[in-house]
């Protein structure tokens, strides 16, 4: 059956690509991308495939932005993905909290900002799914990631929350943990410490980033993009699925032995 689907951060990488997905198999998608002149870009491309792409200027942290959409889509959406976020990086010894604050505005508080009023006519209809689209590092850790990680580890218990106090109104909650995929947001993630790293007077060894950074880049971490943009689109109009998707499933083994490792680690 054919879903309105809303989704946020959709001008680019996995999101534009479930985006395009979806309206392939017929639902009715909203797009969402913080900058105007790329939501009508994002159109005339969709257009260009012969596919049907509604798509709003929606900055994730502009509250007119949010308010607007909401009064537009609102009672018409079933599925609200929340995939729009931002990342930074450093080791937790030295970066600058402002960074970390800054991730955890867009990626925590104005993500639930925006998914609220959503959630509450979700609650009053008895129908409907959002979906947080978080990411491995939000059930494992990496190093010298702490902004980006830390905030998707603050996303997940934001989401097992609001699945347990939602359920019993007839609405669906669900994460969408994705893994490193060859994509623009992920090949920057690691270079925006250059901003501020300077080896001459940090703790942090040059090399110990630099390996981090080398796996992140090389092929077994990162996976071509569409094998996740096609799990994207499956569980997002799916009508039953797990709570927690993590993509690629290897990551899963990942996943339980890492949280395993710190209830028997000793200091």
């Not at 007839?170 to 490193?180: D, H, R």
Request: aromatic share 8%.
């Amino acid at each position: 059956m054919s879903k309105t689907i809303l989704i946020t951060g959709a001008g680019a990488g996995l999101g534009k690509g479930a985006a395009f997905e979806l309206a392939r198999q017929g639902h009715r998608v909203i797009a969402t991308t913080h900058c105007g002149g790329r939501a009508e870009k994002l159109k005339a491309e969709a257009a260009e495939q012969g596919l049907t792409l509604e798509t709003v200027k929606l900055g994730i942290t502009n509250v007119e932005d949010c308010q607007a959409a909401f009064a537009r889509f609102g009672a018409k959406v079933d599925v609200v993905v929340a995939n729009a976020a931002i990342g930074d990086s450093g080791p937790v010894a030295e970066v600058d909290v402002d960074r970390i604050r800054n991730v955890f505005e867009f990626n925590v508080f104005s993500t639930v900002e925006f998914v609220q009023p959503y959630a509450q006519v979700f609650a009053r209809r008895r129908r409907g799914k959002v979906i947080f689209v978080s990411s491995v590092a939000g059930v494992l850790s990496y190093p010298y990631l702490v902004p980006y990680t830390a905030s998707k580890h603050a996303l997940e218990a934001i989401a097992e929350l609001m699945r347990e106090e939602l359920q019993p109104m007839g609405v669906q909650v669900a994460t969408l943990n994705l893994g490193t995929s060859r994509t623009e947001f992920d090949d920057r993630m690691y270079d925006k410490m250059d901003e501020w790293y300077d080896p001459a007077t940090s703790i942090t060894p040059p090399e110990a980033i630099r390996n981090v950074r080398d796996l992140f880049a090389g092929d077994e971490l990162q996976m071509d993009p569409q094998p996740m943009i096609d799990k994207m689109a499956e569980v997002i109009a799916a009508d039953n699925h797990k709570f927690r998707t993590v993509f690629p499933e290897r990551a899963i083994k990942d996943a339980q032995d890492y949280q395993q490792k710190y209830w028997t680690l000793e200091v």
